[in-house]
């Protein structure tokens, strides 16, 4: 488990909370945009990101969070750590999907499908 600099145990909301801003980063996002997928406020976000606020386990907001860490961990296990072809490949038209992955993962419907479809294709690999 990680620990925090006092010395006490991080917890999952913690470690999920900061993962987040992490992937935000890698792929560009701004508050607004992780705020959207999240289903929170891009001030809220701000909140998160600096560390003064962590996601509720109970929120579904929490849930959207577990679902966009598990499409960043699909899409980096198939593009081998390749943020900026992650990137791209959100950004790009997909024809399977009808939208671009970036656009669908505005909901949380879309997020979830985004996110069956990179594992349905992982599987094939």
Known sequence: MATR???QPR???E???SALGRIADFWNFSNTKLGTVLGVSAATVSRLRSGRSVLDPASKSYEAGQF???LFRSLDALLGSDDAAARRWLETANLDLNARPL???DSFRGLISVCDYVDAYRARV
């Open 5 to 7: 600099i006092d010395g």
């Open 11 to 13: 917890g999952d909301a």
């Open 15 to 17: 470690i999920l909370t």
């Open 68 to 70: 966009l860490l598990r």
């Open 103 to 105: 656009d669908l993962i």
